[in-house]
């Protein structure tokens, strides 16, 4: 029988990807395995809506010192062809081999003719992406899986704007980035962190950086006129859920007179095996449940969690006898009226403000942003799509950017961080409660009062994972979206249904993005996309009008869908 191409493949791995003894142990333990090394030695990582991400493990479609060093490669290339190019920033979160793959990128780099900025400790995304801009280096890395599985681990690059690449430019670095094969002897060569970093190639991030992140959040919420009284006295229940956010979250809240901050302290320390939730992802609602505890027995205002690598925020707010675990679309509208709002109350917003969100974003926003004045564009998903925008209107415009948001937990603010920054997030929130507290308000009414003045509003997202054999649930999923396309393509010939659901329009976003997106009654819609950071096929719903109708419409729409999709996907 014929060595397939994987088998090939493997067998060179074997034979010389000898830099890591533990990955040759379980190149050796494949041995017997062979449907798992056609898995992984069939294909190579590519750059995705965030970045590289996968399972870590050994081979070309696997997260190791390989594939990252092969990364960081073509990401070398990519930045000594910026104009002016002045080094790169690297950070990491705490995921097992982060640390790692760090070093292994500040050695590609340096070796590679790139200065290097390495963070000495474990920083989050909007401190590397902060101290991108503050540095003006030509860009940096992120070493992250962000709410992924404690499996996967991700290569996340950034330009000098300290924004993720665009689609175009991260295509220009995957074309420069070699096969793993390539640069075996490469890696064997490099010399220990230690020599980097005496040589001067490598140095670390300066300390002050931290301050001065430290100081743009409080310098953001100074104008707020609360007394430190004020502050002392709300209850707060903070989890980084094992990751990165507690040293800057705390220290912030901290300087701001914020007394009561209970840690959840099973959940404090970094470490790698989440071992105290399923998935460290604020989108599920179990994560919740050892922060959930303890704000019942502290008798918190509001529980506050952000995911390892600290770009997403979870909130959950105390109101009439229970705890409400707040989705992303809510924060994101509470956030948005509240920011409006408070320059209004001042005569403060730019008559060429504006705001972004993403395409599967809620649809409460249009009107947050009409009743204010302000222009709202939708863009599609991923922060890196939001901070184009500003650099368009912003930057290279005349407009300026008030706040954007994604679903899925994902919050931009001004322009110094051009990625989702939960610290910042989990501040205003902090802020907000604050402010209303005095007044026997709780936060969650303010999410009610949005509710009375814009509109109930039912949304849901639904997730169908295939991680039992993600090349065939990928292979699934993409023919389900061209069946989706050929339905959108008859509508207004043959009918105007998908199967039960009655439909009015639809937009195909590609080739830009694989996300379909249907206009039903009224403000109601519903979107279908595969993820483009984990083996899942997403569907997001929203539903609009009066809240008993709003919610039957979503529910019933979201059962027909749910199995429509696990019977396709047999999950």
């Not at 960081?72 to 990491?92: D, F, H, M, N, T």
């Amino acid at each position: 029988m014929e060595e397939t191409r994987a088998m090939k493949r493997y067998t060179e791995w074997v034979n010389r990807a000898r830099a890591d003894k533990e990955m040759l142990k379980d190149l050796r333990n494949l041995i017997t395995k062979p449907g798992v090394i056609e898995e992984e030695f069939s294909a190579e990582l590519d750059f995705g809506t965030a970045g590289l991400r996968a399972l870590m493990g050994p081979g070309p479609s696997r997260m190791n010192i390989y594939t990252v060093a092969a990364a960081a490669k073509g990401c070398a290339q990519y930045l000594l062809r910026q104009e002016g190019e002045a080094g790169a920033v690297i950070s990491y979160d705490s995921r097992h081999g982060s640390k790692l793959f760090a070093e292994i990128t500040a050695k590609m780099l340096a070796s590679s003719g790139v200065h290097v900025y390495l963070f000495r400790e474990m920083h989050p995304v909007p401190m590397l992406s902060f101290a991108v801009r503050r540095l003006s280096a030509a860009g940096g890395v992120m070493i992250t899986a962000s709410h992924n599985p404690k499996e996967y681990n991700g290569f996340k690059v950034y330009r000098a704007d300290g924004a993720q690449l665009t689609d175009k430019e991260a295509a220009e670095v995957s074309m420069l980035t070699p096969m793993p094969e390539e640069i075996f002897e490469e890696v064997a060569a490099f010399d220990s962190l230690k020599d980097y970093l005496e040589e001067g190639t490598v140095e670390w991030v300066p300390e002050d950086i931290d301050r001065a992140y430290t100081n743009y959040l409080i310098d953001s919420v100074r104008h707020h006129e609360i007394g430190s009284r004020a502050r002392a006295d709300v209850r707060i229940v903070y989890s980084p859920l094992h990751g990165t956010g507690a040293r800057p979250l705390l220290e912030t809240l901290h300087t701001l007179g914020y007394e009561k901050v209970f840690e959840v302290h099973d959940q404090m320390k970094p470490d790698g095996d989440f071992p105290t939730v399923r998935c460290p992802n604020p989108e599920y609602d179990d994560t919740y449940d050892e922060a959930l505890r303890f704000a019942h027995q502290v008798m918190a205002d509001i529980v506050l969690l952000t995911d390892p690598d600290a770009d997403r925020l979870g909130v959950a707010v105390y109101a009439d006898g229970e705890y409400h675990i707040l989705n992303g679309n809510q924060i994101g509208c509470i956030l948005m009226e509240f920011l409006l709002s408070t320059r209004a109350a001042k005569d403060a917003i730019p008559e060429n403000g504006f705001a972004a969100i993403s395409v599967v974003s809620s649809h409460l926003a249009r009107a947050i942003c009409g009743h204010y004045g302000v222009k709202l564009y939708e863009t599609l998903t991923g922060s890196k799509n939001t901070a184009a925008l500003i650099r368009e209107h912003q930057d290279e415009g005349e407009e300026y950017f008030l706040f954007g948001f994604e679903e899925s937990h994902g919050y931009l603010f001004g322009g110094e961080v051009r990625d989702k920054d939960a610290i910042a997030a989990a501040l205003i929130i902090a802020e907000m409660t604050t402010m209303m507290k005095p007044k026997g308000i709780r936060l969650y009414s303010q999410l009610e009062a949005i509710y009375n003045l814009y509109g109930y509003a039912s949304e849901k997202s639904l997730s169908i994972e295939y991680t039992s054999d993600r090349l065939f649930g990928k292979r699934r999923s993409d023919r389900l979206m061209e069946h989706f396309r050929s339905l959108g393509g008859k509508l207004g010939e043959e009918d105007t249904s998908l199967g039960q659901i009655e439909v009015s329009g639809w937009r195909d976003f590609m080739p830009e993005a694989n996300v379909l997106l249907y206009r039903l009654r009224g403000l109601d819609w519903m979107a279908f996309r595969p993820s483009g950071t984990e083996p899942k096929f997403k569907v997001y719903l929203g539903f609009y009008g009066k809240k008993s109708v709003a919610e039957s419409r979503a529910e019933r729409t979201l059962r027909l869908i749910e199995k429509e999709l696990r019977d396709y996907f047999g999950a």
